[in-house]
């Protein structure tokens, strides 16, 4: 089952960055001396996150609530097991991406290129390579937060990073869609992770009946 890439700008699938186009964000005029050093913050940041596990909060439009836990491997590999609802799975695999829910018996997949995940997930991940910046909200506290958007598509709405702690690391972000709603993905911990098992990443369809044809 194929759907859009519009389908998959929900809750913690759709990670912290979004977008592939050509404009160099750090080119960008509106952005000071200062917001250009916390960009490279980040971005040195996200580039050394190669492979991780912890667990998160997700909070939808609605106000409701969401948790579980999540493993990351760079390039491409993501996996959000969610505990509440039970058995909900956002799985990157290095090629797709695809949702399971079994409340509903439903199986979603689309190329991971087509979602938010793609540069995230990439193997060199960098906010110059089509990310639109729109701001850096810095904090006294040492805190900062960053908005993107893809800039080929700059009306499909846009995330906001969080950043903070000694040392740094992301805490939070915040998607909004088209429509203005708005999913908050909390990480509750974030740690360096070694040895992953490759099925982390593997996801079969379980709707799929032996002798279907679909």
């Given at each position: 089952?194929?759907?859009?890439r519009r389908a998959?700008?929900?809750?913690?699938?759709?990670?912290?960055?979004?977008g592939m186009?050509?404009?160099?964000?750090?080119?960008?005029?509106?952005?000071?001396?200062?917001?250009?050093?916390?960009?490279?913050?980040?971005?040195?940041?996200?580039r050394?996150?190669?492979?991780?596990?912890?667990?998160?909060t997700?909070?939808?439009?609605?106000?409701?609530?969401?948790?579980?836990?999540?493993?990351?491997?760079?390039?491409?590999?993501?996996?959000f097991?969610?505990?509440t609802?039970?058995?909900?799975?956002?799985?990157?695999?290095?090629?797709?991406?695809?949702?399971?829910d079994?409340?509903?018996?439903?199986f979603?997949?689309v190329?991971?290129?087509?979602?938010?995940?793609?540069?995230?997930?990439?193997?060199n991940?960098?906010?110059?390579?089509g990310v639109?910046?729109?701001?850096?909200t810095?904090?006294?506290?040492?805190?900062?937060?960053?908005?993107?958007?893809?800039?080929?598509?700059?009306?499909?709405?846009h995330?906001?990073?969080a950043?903070?702690?000694t040392?740094?690391?992301?805490?939070e972000?915040?998607?909004?869609d088209?429509?203005?709603?708005?999913?908050?993905?909390?990480?509750?911990?974030?740690?360096?992770?070694?040895?992953?098992?490759?099925?982390?990443?593997?996801?079969?369809?379980?709707?799929r009946?032996?002798?279907?044809?679909?």
């Amino acid at each position: 089952m194929t759907v859009s890439r519009r389908a998959f700008a929900f809750g913690a699938l759709a990670a912290p960055l979004v977008g592939m186009a050509v404009t160099p964000a750090f080119a960008q005029t509106t952005l000071s001396a200062e917001d250009r050093e916390a960009l490279g913050l980040a971005q040195a940041y996200l580039r050394g996150l190669t492979a991780a596990e912890g667990r998160f909060t997700e909070t939808g439009a609605g106000g409701q609530t969401r948790s579980g836990r999540f493993w990351l491997q760079r390039p491409g590999k993501m996996r959000f097991e969610y505990s509440t609802p039970q058995g909900l799975l956002v799985v990157a695999d290095g090629n797709n991406v695809m949702r399971y829910d079994p409340r509903l018996n439903t199986f979603q997949q689309v190329p991971l290129s087509q979602t938010p995940l793609s540069t995230f997930l990439s193997r060199n991940v960098s906010f110059d390579q089509g990310v639109r910046v729109d701001a850096v909200t810095r904090r006294p506290s040492g805190a900062f937060a960053v908005t993107v958007r893809d800039a080929r598509r700059p009306n499909e709405g846009h995330a906001i990073l969080a950043f903070a702690g000694t040392p740094m690391r992301l805490q939070e972000w915040t998607v909004v869609d088209a429509q203005g709603s708005r999913t908050r993905t909390r990480l509750t911990e974030l740690r360096p992770a070694t040895g992953l098992a490759a099925s982390l990443f593997q996801l079969r369809d379980p709707t799929r009946r032996p002798g279907r044809n679909r």
